[in-house]
Each structure stands twice: as C-alpha cells, then as structure tokens.
C-alpha cells in the first residue's frame, strides 16, 4: 500500500536525504578532469555547433535557389505543363499553359482537359489519353485547341504518366505559325497541280542516291502511262526517248551534274 507524503513529512525528508549523502562513501572512478580541460572541450563543441548550423543554413539556401530556379523554368517555361487526373480534369498547369489556353490558371483546375480540344479532335485526344492511362504508354499527337474567345491554335502534344502514376503529365507546344505555313504550302501545291492539269504541263524530281523518279500526275498524263505499271527510273525515263534523241538526253543530263548548271 503506497501512502502519500503530508506538507509536515518533506522537511524530515529532505533531512534524511542530506545526511545519508554526508554518510555515503566517495565515487570510485577516474580523478575529476581540469577545468580548464572541460572549459576547452565545451568551446570546441559550441564551435563544432556552429560549423554544423552554417553547413545546414548554407544547404537550406542552396536548396531554396534551385526550387526558385525550377519554379522559373516552369512556370515560365516556352512550353505548357498540365497534370490530369485520370479522369482527364485538370490538376496542376503552369502560367504558359493557362495563357495558351486564354484562362486564368485558378479557373483552369478541376475542369476538364478536353473541354478545349476542339470536336472534331476530341476522338484521337481521348484514344490517345485513354492508351497513357490503361497501358502506361507514352503518346504524341497534334490537336486543333479552341479557347474560351473562340480564338482556335494548333499544338503539339506528349503524354506520359511515368509508368504507374495515377496523374497523366502533358506538355503543349503550340505549332499554329508552323500548321499555317504548311497548310499555304498544301494549298500552293494544290493549285500548282491544276494549273499544270489545265496547261497539260508536269513535274519530276529524280532522287541522285537511289535513283528513284518522282513525277506529277501532269506527267503521266502526257505520256499515256499508268503510273502502277511505270519503272519509275531515270532508265525507264530515258527509255521513253526517241533512239534518236536519247543519247542527246543522256549527255545532257551527265553535264548537268558535273557543272552543276540547269537540265
């Protein structure tokens, strides 16, 4: 049974306490060190503190610069980063992101990701999504994108999702001046082939390294053949010569890629 101490019993306590410690033989152990010797051994230790708490401030510094450095690189990056949930919502986008998108980066999360893409893209974007999330594949592909203005942009997407991860992280580039410049092209081309089909003119381009001859459907035409059924060779070219033009043709042709001049 344990008995608790009352006010009057401490005094008595206290004294008992005093006088066994007067009683008591002395500590066997080794002679008591020089002041001198623990005062130095304190100052080195407080000094060994201090190195210790500069490495640790100097790494603390160190780490705070390259998480600015990295926080600059994306969020400031030419190249727009998303992170979406596996149901496509977005979770995370970088400022390049929100401005190519024409939305304010707070009213971007938690909407859905292919709410910009524009209808007639949004089958490849969710079959391209679809194979990052269930197979861990890494995907690319190039969508029409549609912003709240109503303003349309091209752009180049990656896909990945590091495997296993339950987040898909996306970069987009935006390829529009590029799609532009080629959709001219197409169009030049497209209007060069009719102007050739009504003044009954062709193109032909003869690849040197492996020979192989390229003509327009202008040219097929002009020669009556089936383009499944033509060579498709310089040879087979020179074969449809005149005998009596052909070797005219040919040293033509030599001359023009020794002097590098005009065929």
Known sequence: ??????????P??????ESRLATAPPDVGPPARPAEELLHELQVYQIELEMQNEELRQAHLALEESRDRYLD?????????FTLTREGMISEANLTGAAL????????LRRRFSRFVMPEDRGRWQQHFMSTV???AKQSCELAFKRDDGSVFHARLDLDNGGDSPLVRITLVDISERWQVEAALKNSRADLLEAQNISRMGRWELDLANNLLHWSDGIYKLFEIDPAEFGASYEAFLGLIHPEDRDRVDRAYTESLKNKQPY
């Open 1 to 10: 049974m344990v008995t608790k101490k009352t006010g009057k019993e401490q």
């Open 12 to 17: 008595q306590l206290r004294a008992d306490a």
């Open 73 to 81: 690189l994306y969020e400031f990056a030419p190249i727009g980063y």
């Open 101 to 108: 998108l024409g939305v304010e980066r707070k009213s971007l």
């Open 134 to 136: 269930q197979h861990g």
